[in-house]
């Protein structure tokens, strides 16, 4: 149980908290919208990196800020974060495709960046948040240098995200349609119809949670082993949807420490 300091502390959500100091902004593309947020620890280095992808049911409204504080908080334990902003829903060129290839061509971009900063891309994974949990699992079946996904409260199942009316029917706007309507699109863009992963991966998602519900990593993490696939999952009790990239959170060392376990 909270304490009362912490109680009052983690009254106040993440999205409206101050937003740390930024990484070394670097973009990977003309609009301004493509570019990400790189931290590096204090240290000689070479770093292993961890690509950060925010949530906000890909919507414009939502920027890398709020996640700002999760990725310092690991920098703080050693590992350069790579904070990716893309364009997204309300922006020009965001939804399919724009968003997808936005993403992959952001982590791609470490590429270039690796020598320059001393990062060590054979210990490479990507965590993302909700909507960026879906992006960080795509991205994970896409990209081969990425060893590991670790998805947080993620949207892995596009379809049923319809079905459900999340975000009063985000996904249709996402991919311009429902799954009927765009099919090939889901089946390309969907953690669950992108299985198998082939590469370890771990959801974690609270039992609590209002926004993406626990069903669509449930879902998920069966489809998975059904496929030969064996991700970790960690439901965690008394637990919403925002305290997973709250680094107040008393629990938050479950998601800090699964992130650095897939480095090792």
């Not at 908080?73 to 290839?101: C, I, K, M, N």
């Amino acid at each position: 149980m909270a304490t009362p300091f912490l109680a009052v502390m983690l009254a106040q959500s993440i999205l409206d908290i101050p937003a740390p100091q930024p990484g070394i902004r670097i973009n990977y593309g003309d609009s301004p919208q493509q570019f990400g947020e790189l931290r590096l620890p204090a240290a000689p280095g070479p770093f292993p990196v961890v690509v950060v992808i925010h949530g906000g049911f890909w919507k414009a409204a939502y920027s890398l800020d709020h996640i700002g504080h999760m990725a310092k908080a690991l920098t703080d334990r050693g590992v350069a974060t790579w904070s990716l902003e893309y364009r997204r829903l309300g922006d020009e060129g965001g939804g399919y495709p724009g968003t997808f290839e936005d993403v992959i061509t952001g982590i791609n971009h470490l590429r270039a960046m690796a020598e320059s900063h001393r990062l060590d891309l054979t210990r490479a994974a990507v965590t993302g948040h909700s909507a960026g949990g879906q992006l960080a699992l795509y991205a994970a079946r896409r990209i081969s240098f990425l060893r590991a996904a670790i998805a947080l409260a993620p949207v892995a199942d596009l379809a049923r995200a319809h079905e459900l009316g999340l975000s009063q029917g985000i996904t249709a706007q996402l991919l311009g349609g429902s799954p009927t309507e765009q099919p090939a699109r889901y089946r390309a863009t969907s953690p669950i119809e992108m299985l198998p992963l082939r590469k370890p991966a771990s959801l974690i998602h609270g039992v609590k949670d209002t926004i993406v519900p626990l069903a669509l990593s449930e879902r998920y993490v069966e489809a998975a082993a059904a496929q030969g696939d064996h991700p970790g999952f960690i439901a965690i009790r008394d637990t919403g949807h925002f305290e997973l990239i709250d680094p107040r959170w008393p629990n938050w060392k479950t998601v800090a420490e699964t992130i650095l376990n897939h480095l090792k």
